[in-house]
């Protein structure tokens, strides 16, 4: 297991298309969070997964951002009609929840870097 | 809503000074990670504590959470420039350790050789 997987690295779109980014994480990890970073912030929550239930979305999260984890492996986070304001980097991370109520640390991926032009 | 806060924002050192960085939950948390990023790279989880009052330690970085779990610090004793980067705090509020990170917005440390 090589860690926490994103594709693509860089992604350049023009104002209102449609983006989609992959994650896949840790395989024994049931849990998979999406948050967005912009420079000089910390990771902003979006919304995360156990196995494929989405537990939580952000408030601050329009309805044009979808997250889904369809089988509880991969997941895709789609923008669609973006904006300019959504050119950040959007990182994906891992995490295992125990049965005893307990979670580990988080796993980063590397992150794909949306520009919106 | 919930709020982690961090100070400072940014410090620079001399090598082989110490460093702290210091944060501050508006809510009463239930565990706090640390996390460092690399310029250009992704945070890296660095250790998580979960008790009351709990010191951890590795190497040169000592970890602190506070009485009322509202408060942490992260202290490096004597600096080295791969100490460089962007320290993050993260806590999850509530009793239990179940829900989604709240990430403070960092400090980033500079190590002059």
């Known amino acids: 297991d090589t860690g926490v997987s994103q594709n693509p690295r860089h992604k350049i779109t023009k104002r209102g298309q449609n983006v989609t980014f992959r994650c896949d994480p840790i395989s024994e990890h049931n849990r998979l969070y999406w948050y967005r970073q912009t420079l000089g912030q910390g990771p902003e929550f979006l919304t995360y997964?156990?196995?494929?239930?989405?537990?939580?979305k952000s408030r601050l999260l329009s309805d044009r951002f979808s997250a889904e984890r369809p089988k509880g492996s991969f997941s895709t986070l789609e923008i669609q009609r973006t904006e300019q304001g959504d050119s950040a980097m959007y990182l994906c991370?891992?995490?295992?929840?125990?049965?005893?109520?307990?979670?580990?640390?988080?796993?980063f991926g590397s992150g794909t870097r949306l520009t919106v032009v | 809503g919930q709020q982690v806060m961090q100070i400072p924002q940014y410090q620079h050192v001399q090598e082989g000074e110490d460093f702290t960085t210091y944060c501050n939950s508006s809510t009463t948390l239930s565990n706090i990670q640390w996390y460092k990023q690399r310029p250009g790279g992704h945070p890296v989880f660095l250790i998580q504590?979960?008790?009351?009052?709990e010191v951890k330690k590795q190497k040169r970085l000592t970890f602190q959470f506070g009485e009322a779990k509202k408060n942490s610090s992260l202290h490096i004793t004597a600096t080295q420039t791969t100490d460089v980067g962007t320290y993050f705090c993260a806590g999850s509020r509530g009793s239990s350790n179940t829900g989604k990170l709240i990430f403070g917005q960092g400090t980033t440390l500079q190590v002059k050789p």
């Open positions: 504590l979960v008790k009351s009052g």
């Open positions: 997964f156990q196995n494929e239930a989405q537990l939580e």
């Open positions: 991370a891992s995490s295992l929840f125990r049965h005893t109520g307990t979670l580990l640390g988080y796993t």
